[in-house]
């Protein structure tokens, strides 16, 4: 139990936002202004910070901050606007999910912060530093998918990319016997285009295959950066 309440009380870093909510226009604008000592996520002791904003329950419109490379204060001063008559506020929740972007993988949710609109008064601006918390466990789960473990290797005098898939773990169950049969597809792409794609063999009747097979792309060194 100690350790669940430790989880539950680890330091996410702080975030700091801007409510104003506009009675003529029926419109909440939503200023994410910044964020303070995130956790590091990537192996070089920094993130790559966004945050995803939308309202709960509907979720219809999701919005996004730009992506801030190595921060871990990263400053956005970005606004968003949800058209929203005032007499609808009171049931709405307002989620800001912080992420650690990753370009090439799934990106890592650092933590979140809600913010029950019924609580807040709109009659002024509103501006406010929230520590971040822990994403609900039901989100983490769902988004468990598995594990995928890769080596990357670029010879720049040979133009060579190498990618060696070498297994995955802990994959979603896909059929009735609480299996699957997966496979890997690793694609090479530049500016949203798909240049080549490679894939590996099936593993069947497995949740933890091994695959450790080698695929090599030509990439010279300018369409690496």
Request: proline letters at 5%; aromatic letters at 10%.
């Given at each position: 139990k100690r350790k669940e309440e430790e989880k539950e009380k680890k330091f996410l870093g702080r975030l700091s936002y801007r409510l104003d909510y506009d009675f003529d226009k029926n419109s909440l604008t939503v200023?994410?202004?910044?964020?303070?000592?995130l956790p590091a996520m990537d192996l070089g002791g920094t993130s790559d910070p966004y945050v995803k904003l939308f309202l709960l329950p509907d979720k219809k419109k999701k919005f996004q901050t730009k992506v801030q490379r190595k921060s871990l204060n990263p400053v956005f001063n970005e606004s968003f606007t949800f058209k929203i008559p005032f007499n609808e506020i009171g049931g709405q929740t307002l989620v800001l999910n912080v992420f650690d972007f990753d370009r090439f993988g799934k990106h890592d949710?650092?933590?979140?912060?809600?913010i029950p609109l019924g609580k807040i008064d709109l009659t002024a601006t509103t501006e406010n530093t929230a520590l971040i918390e822990s994403p609900p466990e039901v989100l983490l789960q769902e988004n468990r998918l598995g594990?995928?473990?890769?080596?990357l290797r670029y010879v720049p005098n040979k133009n060579k990319l190498s990618v060696v898939?070498?297994?995955?773990?802990?994959?979603?169950?896909?059929?009735?016997?609480?299996?699957?049969?997966p496979y890997v597809k690793i694609y090479l792409m530049m500016a949203n285009k798909r240049l080549e794609k490679k894939k590996t063999t099936i593993?069947?009747?497995?949740?933890?295959?091994?695959?450790?097979?080698?695929?090599?792309?030509?990439?010279s060194p300018e369409k690496m950066q």
């Amino acid at each position: 139990k100690r350790k669940e309440e430790e989880k539950e009380k680890k330091f996410l870093g702080r975030l700091s936002y801007r409510l104003d909510y506009d009675f003529d226009k029926n419109s909440l604008t939503v200023c994410i202004i910044q964020a303070e000592e995130l956790p590091a996520m990537d192996l070089g002791g920094t993130s790559d910070p966004y945050v995803k904003l939308f309202l709960l329950p509907d979720k219809k419109k999701k919005f996004q901050t730009k992506v801030q490379r190595k921060s871990l204060n990263p400053v956005f001063n970005e606004s968003f606007t949800f058209k929203i008559p005032f007499n609808e506020i009171g049931g709405q929740t307002l989620v800001l999910n912080v992420f650690d972007f990753d370009r090439f993988g799934k990106h890592d949710q650092i933590g979140q912060v809600s913010i029950p609109l019924g609580k807040i008064d709109l009659t002024a601006t509103t501006e406010n530093t929230a520590l971040i918390e822990s994403p609900p466990e039901v989100l983490l789960q769902e988004n468990r998918l598995g594990e995928v473990c890769l080596a990357l290797r670029y010879v720049p005098n040979k133009n060579k990319l190498s990618v060696v898939v070498m297994e995955c773990k802990n994959l979603k169950k896909m059929d009735v016997l609480g299996l699957s049969d997966p496979y890997v597809k690793i694609y090479l792409m530049m500016a949203n285009k798909r240049l080549e794609k490679k894939k590996t063999t099936i593993k069947m009747k497995t949740l933890n295959p091994y695959y450790n097979e080698s695929f090599s792309f030509d990439v010279s060194p300018e369409k690496m950066q």
